[in-house]
């Protein structure tokens, strides 16, 4: 197989990389904050990102120049189509990165993460009210990636403009994805199981609720009953995910794996945030607990990822 043809079939996918090492990022500079840790690894991490998303970029755009008609068919694809607001978020997450370095970078940062996130997603949710190719078996936790993008917004957005922008992007991030797990739920329990290849997605479920929490304290200053209802249930999500551990372990590798990175590192961020506001040393246990494993979880999805790359067995056509 050539480099042309493995360019064709470079995935749209290949930017949860890039979220999953900015989550990564984001959770270290947090834990050396808030634990006060003797070594600093946010600034390389940091310069990795950045190093990865410059070249999954330069790829992705060779695609769309050189393979226009792949590229299209990705865009109308029912379930590929939800992974472009990947790139809306790895700005508003570097956004929030950025924001104890570089106080301009991370303002730009977030207006570029905040208007792409408003295009993908009346892009997609129009896409879904005008259907004519849904069907239930394409809904997967991947579909909460157009929706917790607006949750993500008022995290930076609180510094820079009026709350009420803030508190616009939450709602809407808030209300869909209550009505979209609803539906995910329902398809889950009553429809066919999903596919192995989507199987990590869901990974997904606990982390709206965990970067909601850390936006609702944002915008309200304090922690009331309604944020620990949202930081509990991701904690209650994540327990019930990680039970289910055999079926994770069975699977083969697939580059939906990464869908293990990001909420990992949404609780983790959550947790020591919770440890931070409430003083409670379990939490602050809890949170080095899982910043070791998502490290652990990083590492080895690289490991696997650059072996799959040697052999092959990614970036070749599939159904």
């Known amino acids: ?139 997967n936790p991947a579909w909460f990636i157009p929706i917790v993008g607006f949750v993500i917004v008022p995290i930076a957005g609180v510094e820079f403009f009026d709350k009420e922008i803030s508190w616009f992007f939450f709602s809407i991030g808030i209300f869909f994805w209550i009505v979209l797990f609803s539906i995910i739920f329902y398809r889950v329990i009553f429809h066919n199981t999903i596919p192995d290849k989507l199987i990590p997605t869901f990974f997904i479920l606990f982390a709206p609720p965990a970067i909601a929490f850390i936006s609702y304290v944002k915008l309200t200053g304090n922690i009331d009953p309604f944020a620990k209802t949202l930081y509990y249930f991701s904690l209650f999500l994540f327990i019930l995910v990680m039970i289910q551990y055999k079926k994770f372990a069975k699977l083969h590798f697939y580059l939906s794996w990464w869908a293990y990175s990001f909420p990992l590192a949404a609780i983790t961020i959550a947790t020591l945030f919770m440890f931070r506001l409430t003083e409670r040393a379990f939490f602050g246990y809890l949170g080095v607990a899982m910043l070791v494993m998502l490290s652990i979880i990083i590492m080895y999805l690289f490991i696997r990822t650059y072996s799959a790359i040697s052999s092959k067995m990614i970036c070749v056509e599939e159904d």
Do not use: C
Not at 18 to 33: D, N, P, V, W
Not at 64 to 80: A, G, S
Not at 93 to 119: D, E, H, P, R
């Open 1 to 139: 197989m050539d480099f042309s043809e493995r360019l064709n079939n470079f995935p749209i996918s290949f930017f949860a990389i890039i979220l999953g090492m900015s989550g990564f990022t984001l959770a270290f500079q947090r834990a050396e904050k808030i634990l006060k840790l003797s070594f600093e690894a946010s600034g390389y991490l940091l310069w990795v990102t950045g190093v990865l998303f410059g070249i999954v970029s330069i790829m992705y755009l060779l695609k769309i120049f050189l393979f226009t008609d792949t590229f299209k068919k990705e865009l109308n694809h029912p379930v590929r189509i939800n992974f472009f607001p990947l790139i809306a978020k790895i700005f508003l997450v570097n956004a929030v990165i950025f924001m104890s370095i570089n106080k301009t970078a991370s303002l730009y940062l977030w207006i570029a993460g905040t208007a792409l996130q408003l295009f993908f997603s009346l892009w997609i949710m129009s896409s879904w009210i005008n259907h004519s190719k849904y069907e239930i078996h394409h809904l």
